[in-house]
């Protein structure tokens, strides 16, 4: 196979162009109906750096997912010799190169926006490069499962402030409260997802591989997603109270928002009772499943909501 279609392998494999593109779209849009209740601004004008934007956020996802890969490549060649970098699909070097590839079109393009916007980016850039090192501690940090998970996923509150600086042409010191609260909110609902897809029923372990659910028991794993949540739901309620207070009383409808994401959000805290209470085969995968459901469902109840109410 020539080096584009063994590319393309490492994608449909790895990241699937399809379900991250509706992932991504939807945690953006979420982001960004949040931002225009924080201050509406002119989408039109903006119509160009939303798509430029919304490129540069695709991107930093995908070399997140290439610094993943390559970071766990000696373990993955002892416990997932399947995935397409243990077995040969591409090499070190060409799997070097795709990064750095990305990366400079991530540079390129964040430059075209802006200084504040570039500024932001850099930041981000940063956050994920010792992301990339392990934070310089991967040694002690690594057996250390929910503290090694809960650090990766700040990058998703990086995000969250790369979003408000495209769609505002802001530095990351204009961005307001109110804002800051979602940003934050985005790190507890990647947990969520983080510690649910890692979560199994007894025969679904593997040996050698590490869960959640040994590691804390199933109901363990659940009590520590629901607490990520309750977090998640927090932020935004304090987002909306400070939109709502800021706007005294004039502002956005924010309550049916509220509404639509507490209930995906219970519908995952009822799946993992089930779960925890009898982790089968069954529950577990319908639990898995909730919990992929949520992370896209949460972020689109946000979006359809600022497109009704805002």
């Not at 077995?87 to 750095?100: C, D, Y």
């Not at 964040?110 to 200084?115: E, R, T, V």
């Not at 089968?280 to 995968?285: G, I, V």
Request: charged letters at 15%.
């Amino acid at each position: 196979m020539n080096l584009i279609t063994r590319w393309s392998v490492f994608i449909r494999e790895r990241f699937e162009p399809l379900s991250h593109t509706v992932m991504i779209f939807a945690f953006a849009s979420a982001n960004a109906a949040m931002a225009y209740a924080a201050g509406p601004f002119d989408i039109r004008s903006r119509a160009g750096y939303l798509v430029a934007g919304f490129m540069l956020v695709w991107l930093v996802f995908f070399h997140m997912r290439l610094f993943d890969d390559i970071k766990d490549y000696e373990t993955d060649k002892l416990v997932n010799k399947e995935r397409p970098l243990p077995r040969g699909v591409l090499s070190v070097n060409e799997f070097g190169a795709g990064i750095l590839v990305c990366v400079l079109s991530e540079i390129v393009l964040s430059a075209s926006l802006g200084f504040k916007i570039f500024s932001t980016y850099a930041l981000v850039l940063g956050f994920t490069l010792i992301m990339r090192q392990e934070f310089f501690i991967g040694d002690w940090m690594r057996p250390k499962m929910e503290l090694y998970a809960a650090t990766h996923t700040f990058s998703a509150s990086m995000l969250g402030l790369l979003i408000y600086s495209i769609l505002k042409d802001a530095s990351i010191v204009e961005i307001p409260a109110a804002y800051l609260y979602i940003a934050l909110g985005n790190w507890f609902v990647f947990n969520v997802f983080e510690f649910g897809r890692k979560t199994f029923s007894l025969k679904e372990e593997r040996e050698g591989v590490d869960s959640y659910s040994l590691r804390l028991s199933p109901f363990g794993a659940f009590a520590l997603l629901a607490v990520n949540i309750f977090f998640a739901f927090f932020m935004l309620h304090l987002s909306a109270a400070n939109i709502t207070a800021a706007a005294a009383g004039k502002g956005p409808q924010l309550m049916p928002m509220l509404i639509s994401t507490a209930i995906v959000s219970f519908m995952v805290i009822c799946a993992g009772m089930v779960y925890s209470r009898k982790p089968s085969d069954f529950n577990a995968k319908f639990y898995r499943g909730a919990v992929s459901f949520y992370l896209v469902a949460y972020h689109l109840a946000i979006t359809i909501n600022g497109v009704i109410y805002l």
